[in-house]
Every structure is written in structure tokens, then in C-alpha cells.
């Protein structure tokens, strides 16, 4: 397809198919447990550009970046702050490569670990590092901004805002939500999907969603509370390959990419226009879930 603007395409009635999970897949190639993943960008390239390739090869119309940790704030774990804006813009670069001329880089800008409530960080600091990660992102090739993985309202609106206020990308933002006792979903901080949904909107995300924590399933439910609350946006889901279980130590993602794809019309139907995954999913899924949309 050529590439228009993401929602202009969701406008025109299609839904797109997002990639899958990035951390499980460096694993395999070989990065050590404790290292920074980011850091890949600069030193193994090659590698990270492989995983972005596998996931456009297996149908995605979009594939994220090796950057969700890369703010200086978050880098500075590893002594690497003063390196974020070459890590970021690195990401960029080597997914774009990867996507060609007519598929979306969509880059990942995670949480950065740091609480507002706590005094961690103050709110200038948060969106100066938003800011120069998300700038670096634009100059690397990116399309839009994901930010993702999100629990703090606060924290998100920041976000969005250093991205929409310094770039000229397009902006997504989904939160990660978690199944009360009561059997309603709520984020770490207390979010419903529809406050979630609200609050993204009025810092100025073009697209809204969720990722992570749940399986397709679960995310029926969440898509759904966040249309009720957001009747005209784009959604966008990345999920994970079901809820973990633990065997022999090792977290075991159970859902297969035939069980993934069979969800994929509720998912549709409940109000999601762009799906792809998260933990756990591979590109084998990807493929999976790619041949459902087409079907659909």
C-alpha cells in the first residue's frame, strides 16, 4: 500500500496488522540477561534490523523500534544517557530500513521508570527526555510515536505532549491494564481504559490503545470499554500470547497464532483497527493474525 498518514488509512476503512514482541526475539539472538537492549542499535544492528525484517516478511503493515527504554532517563541505568539521542535515532534508522518505502515505523517510547508522586523525577525533566528521544526517532525515520506500556496518566500525557510539541509524527499512546478482583481492568496507578482513553485524547494522541498484560481474550473486553469512551479514534492492540504460565522456570506464553487469529474478528468487532502483539508473540503469529484481517 502506498504509505498515506496511519489514520488516514484506518479512515478509509482498513485494518492494520502491528508486529510482535521485540525482547523475547533479542534474547534469542544472544543478549545477556541485565544488559541494555537499546544499546543493540549502535553495537549489533544487523541483528535488531533482523527482527524488524522477520515481522515486515511475515505481513505486518507497521513494525516498532528497539527504543522502549531509550529515554536518557531510563538510560542512565546503564551509564548511557549521554548516548540517547544516537541510540534513538539508530532504532529508527534500522526499522525503517527494515520497513522500505510502504510500511510504517511506529517507534516505541516506553515508561521511564521514574514516579512523579515519588519525586523521583520532576515533570520538566520527563519531557525533556521524552522530547530529545522523540526528536531523535523523527531524524532516524520514524512515522509515528508509540508510546506505550503506560500505567501513570501524568506520565503519558507528558509523553504524548514532547512528542506532538517537537515532531511532526503522528502520535500513539496505549496504556497496560490488569484484571481487578472485581473483574474490571484498571492500570498499576488505579486507570480505567476509559480514562486512559480520555485523557490520551486530550493531550493530543492520534491513535489510543493498550498493549501487553493480556491476552487477546481479555483485550476484547478493554477495546471495548475504550470505544465506548472514544467513539471515532483509531484503536490500536498489541497483545501478549496469552496470560504466562511458569514451566521450569521459564514463562511459557500459551496462546498460538491459530488461537490468536481465530479472536482477531471479536477484537475487530469490539472496535480495534490496528492489532498486532506483544510477549510472547512471534512472527509466526504475526502471519497468523495477518491472514485473519485479509479473511475479515
Known amino acids: 500500500m502506498a504509505k498515506v498518514k496511519i489514520t488516514d488509512a484506518v479512515k478509509d476503512g482498513q485494518v492494520l496488522v502491528s508486529d510482535g514482541a521485540w525482547g523475547t526475539f533479542l534474547h534469542q539472538k544472544g543478549l545477556p540477561s541485565g544488559t541494555c537492549p537499546e544499546q543493540w ?3 549489533h544492528p544487523d541483528e535488531v534490523g533482523e527482527i524488524a525484517k522477520s515481522y515486515i516478511e511475515a505481513g505486518s503493515d507497521m513494525v516498532e523500534t528497539n527504543s522502549f527504554g531509550g529515554s536518557a532517563l531510563k538510560l542512565a541505568h546503564y551509564g548511557l544517557s549521554g548516548q540517547a539521542a544516537e541510540i534513538n535515532e539508530a532504532a529508527a534508522r534500522i526499522s525503517s530500513t527494515a520497513a522500505g518505502g510502504d510500511k510504517w515505523v511506529i517507534a516505541s517510547v516506553g515508561p521511564t521508570g521514574k514516579m512523579l508522586i515519588t519525586g523521583d523525577v520532576t515533570r520538566n525533566e520527563l519531557y525533556d527526555g521524552f522530547k530529545q528521544q522523540a526528536m531523535a526517532l523523527e531524524k532516524g525515520g520514524a512515522d509515528a510515536i508509540c508510546v506505550e506500556t503506560m500505567s501513570d496518566i501524568e506520565e503519558a ?4 505532549k514532547a512528542a506532538r510539541e517537537n515532531t ?3 502520535v500513539i499512546c496505549t496504556f497496560t491494564f490488569e484484571r481487578t478482583v472485581q473483574g474490571d481492568y484498571r492500570t498499576m496507578m ?21 498493549n501487553c498484560g493480556n491476552g487477546f481474550e481479555r483485550m476484547i ?6 470505544r465506548s469512551a472514544a467513539p471515532d479514534i483509531p484503536v490500536l492492540v498489541h497483545a501478549n500470547a496469552g496470560l504466562p504460565k511458569n514451566i521450569g522456570g521459564e514463562d511459557v506464553f500459551p496462546d498460538t497464532p491459530e488461537k490468536m487469529a481465530s ?3 471479536d477484537l475487530v468487532d469490539a472496535g480495534a483497527n490496528i492489532i498486532g502483539g506483544c510477549c510472547g508473540t512471534t512472527p509466526d503469529h504475526i502471519r497468523a493474525i495477518k491472514k485473519a484481517v485479509d479473511r475479515l
Open 221 to 226: 473486553d478493554i477495546v471495548r470499554e475504550i
Open 41 to 43: 542499535c549502535l553495537d
Open 168 to 170: 511532526e509524527l503522528e
Open 157 to 160: 500525557v507528558i509523553a504524548i
Open 190 to 210: 488505579g486507570v480505567s481504559p476509559a480514562e486512559a482513553a480520555r485523557a490520551a485524547m486530550d493531550a493530543g494522541a492520534d491513535i489510543i490503545g493498550t
Open 263 to 265: 479472536l482477531v474478528p
